[in-house]
């Protein structure tokens, strides 16, 4: 079973290896979207609760991006390699996490499962 949150932050960045208008800083309002996949605990019939979900995710990544430079945590911080910046601070606290999905835009975002 596969259990989801979503969170949103604001962000800027800018992109040193983009051609285009994007090597400007500029912002985006981000929405990140975390699954956890598990079985049901037997007592609690959860996977994880969702507080816990979202106390971990503010703690390790909300607290640190929202209203920050996101060039502060990754040298070329892209879509894809935010996605992979913030598997790697909730995966050691997040057992059964599967999946992470940032979207930059309305309309852009990039999945993420970890190393395959």
Aim: hydrophobic share 40%; with cysteine; glycine share 6%.
């Amino acid at each position: 079973m596969i259990v989801r949150r979503s969170f949103d932050f604001e962000a800027a960045h800018q992109l040193p290896n983009h051609p285009g208008k994007c090597r400007r800083l500029h912002g985006h309002s981000y929405r990140l979207v975390v699954a956890v996949d598990g079985s049901p605990d037997a007592s609690t019939g959860m996977v994880i609760d969702f507080s816990d979900l979202k106390r971990i995710v503010r703690a390790r990544v909300l607290d640190r991006l929202d209203h920050a430079s996101a060039n502060d945590f990754i040298e070329n911080p892209t879509a894809e390699l935010m996605a992979c910046w913030i598997w790697n601070e909730l995966s050691g606290e997040l057992p059964g996490l599967c999946e992470i999905e940032l979207h930059e835009t309305r309309n852009c975002s990039v999945l993420y499962r970890g190393e395959r």
